[in-house]
């Protein structure tokens, strides 16, 4: 469960973060500045196409840390062009689906930018 006021005092982070108006950042996410208002009074909560839409437009926002204060933020993105090869250890197999052998995966889910999602099971 998301605690609203925590969520409100993270996203208000972000917004100042940014050095963006409260109207700035629901324009830039598409929302209306009710929508922001209501959130960070704490009067609604965020619903999961509001977290998709802050997240699709600042992708230092990691979603945990939006969520619920775990990780960091602005988010310390790894390169992936500074891993080195060795360390990648992902088959693809033919059909383009990944080969995963390891028995520490339990599942893998996607999520797209419309706010739909699939969800794997190796």
Do not use: C
């Not at 324009?27 to 960070?40: D, T």
């Amino acid at each position: 469960m998301i605690n609203s006021s925590d969520f409100a005092n993270r996203l208000q982070k972000v917004i100042d973060f940014y050095d963006e108006t409260a109207s700035g950042f629901a324009e830039k996410i598409g929302v209306q500045r009710s929508s922001i208002s209501h959130i960070l009074s704490g009067r609604n909560k965020p619903s999961l196409d509001f977290v998709m839409k802050v997240l699709h437009s600042y992708p230092e926002v990691e979603l945990y840390w939006l969520l619920n204060g775990k990780g960091h933020f602005p988010s310390e993105k790894i390169e992936a062009s500074s891993i080195p090869d060795s360390e990648l250890d992902l088959t693809i197999e033919k059909n383009n689906k990944p080969n995963f052998e390891s028995s520490e995966i339990e599942k893998i889910v996607i999520f797209y930018k419309d706010g739909t999602f699939k969800s794997y099971n190796p």
